[in-house]
């Protein structure tokens, strides 16, 4: 472990023992947080990218239409209705 690793951690800990007790729980929440975000984005940057020319993106032009209404919509699709 590095050294400005070492005085890192010392440092946090030193902050740590003057916090209160619910503090160093959200703390520790945010560092968990942390953690599985950096594994999130080492499993995303795994994922094979499939490039394509610019000019294909004219092939998504009117493929969704302005307007209407998103909460109708989304009503419509979990009720049920035609």
């Not at 560092?31 to 294909?56: C, D, Q, T, W, Y």
Request: proline letters at 4%; aromatic letters at 8%.
């Amino acid at each position: 472990m590095g050294l400005v690793r070492v005085e890192l951690k010392e440092a946090v800990v030193k902050v740590l023992d003057e916090l209160p007790s619910e503090r160093i729980a959200e703390v520790l929440y945010f560092a968990v947080f942390m953690k599985e975000r950096a594994g999130e984005e080492k499993r995303i940057s795994r994922i094979p990218l499939k490039s394509m020319p610019a000019n294909h993106l004219k092939y998504l032009v009117g493929l969704v239409a302005w307007g209407g209404d998103a909460l109708e919509d989304a009503e419509r699709l979990y009720d049920g209705d035609d």
